[in-house]
């Protein structure tokens, strides 16, 4: 079966720290990988999304970015954390094969404080 | 852009109260849709979701939703709510071909006992 990994699950940093947020998928290949930030009144604001490695759209501007160095892995970057950078994140995987009609399914979040 | 409300944000209920969660889309052409809920301390997980075919899906715990495509809608319905339905709910989109997710902002429910 697939499963999700997400590490780690809370994170405290100072602004102007990097990041580094994981997320690896097991148990499929070539999935489509999603980076979510979710903010309590805005639900989940999708950040960049992969159909393959080296292929990642970026949906919103902001101070992050997203690498897939590998298939079933996808990192969410930042070189310069802000204050604003503050929220849970969500990495999810779909089934390429089903097209858009797959459910994503979602790792637990890490829970990011820039202070 | 494609883009998804979700216009009530706090809905508190009784159990056996009757739910429904509105949903709007804005994409004309067709669509696939999904509610995703998220109990407390929970990760993200499907509800139910609707490619094509009859229009009213039916989903765990109960919950059953219906598209209608001239209103751009897909609410969440459910008769009898419970207590441990409290959760936050989230509609979601996607266009045909394009694996991209679209949710909406959440609707946080409380069902008081």
């Known amino acids: 079966s697939q499963t999700i990994h997400q590490w780690p699950a809370t994170l405290v940093q100072p602004v102007g720290s990097p990041l580094s947020l994981e997320c690896t998928v097991e148990g499929t290949s070539n999935p489509n990988l999603y980076w979510y930030r979710q903010a309590a009144g805005r639900g989940l604001q999708l950040l960049f999304y992969?159909?393959?490695?080296?292929?990642i759209s970026s949906e919103v501007p902001q101070n992050l970015s997203a690498s897939r160095p590998q298939d079933r892995q996808f990192i969410l970057s930042s070189k310069k954390l802000l204050l604003s950078d503050s929220g849970f994140y969500l990495c999810?995987?779909?089934?390429?094969?089903?097209?858009?009609?797959?459910?994503?399914?979602f790792g637990q979040g890490t829970r990011l404080t820039v202070v | 852009a494609q883009s998804v409300s979700q216009h009530n944000h706090h809905v508190i209920l009784s159990e056996a109260a009757s739910l429904e969660l509105g949903c709007n889309y804005s994409y004309g052409g067709t669509v696939n849709l999904f509610w995703y809920v998220q109990y407390p301390g929970q990760h993200l997980q499907l509800l139910l979701k609707?490619?094509?075919?009859?229009?009213l899906v039916k989903g765990i715990k109960g919950f059953e939703a219906e598209f209608i495509k001239s209103k751009f809608s897909f609410n969440l319905r459910k008769p009898s709510v419970q207590w441990s339905d409290t959760a936050e709910y989230f509609c979601?989109?996607?266009?045909?071909?394009?694996?991209?997710?679209?949710f909406g902002t959440g609707t946080r429910l409380t069902i008081i006992p």
């Open positions: 979601a989109v996607s266009e045909f071909g394009n694996e991209k997710l679209t």
């Open positions: 992969s159909i393959g490695i080296d292929q």
């Open positions: 999810a995987w779909s089934d390429p094969g089903q097209g858009s009609k797959t459910e994503a399914f």
């Open positions: 609707y490619f094509s075919g009859d229009p």
